[in-house]
């Protein structure tokens, strides 16, 4: 699974508990170097984003601390990520977004889809 950047992919493996979704870098489980983590309890969106931003298989997880994008190895993959979020989040009684932006923000602030 690979945690984007714009401009640039960046190899990252993820643990999800129920309070945070952690991001970790290194190939060896017993010596990952955590680089971050969100608060579940901040996640308001966990969607699938459209295909001409990152390629196939990617999402977003995102809310109050900004968006998370994520390109996962397949679709399955992908589905089974989203779906374990979003169950963490509706476990935790966590409000999700009725809507979402199925583009990325640019730079100047204005989501591919909006504009």
């Not at 977003?60 to 169950?87: C, D, H, K, P």
């Amino acid at each position: 699974t690979a945690l984007l950047y714009k401009g640039a992919a960046k190899n990252r493996l993820f643990r999800l508990t129920m309070k945070t979704l952690q991001y970790f870098e290194g190939k060896d489980l017993t010596k990952m170097n955590k680089k971050g983590d969100i608060d579940v309890s901040t996640i308001a969106v966990v969607e699938k984003v459209h295909d001409k931003e990152f390629g196939k298989n990617s999402f977003q997880v995102g809310g109050a601390g900004g968006m998370l994008y994520v390109t996962a190895s397949n679709e399955v993959e992908r589905n089974a990520w989203m779906f374990e979020i979003r169950r963490v989040c509706h476990s935790r009684n966590q409000p999700m977004s009725a809507c979402y932006h199925p583009r990325v923000l640019d730079s100047k602030g204005r989501w591919g889809c909006c504009r």
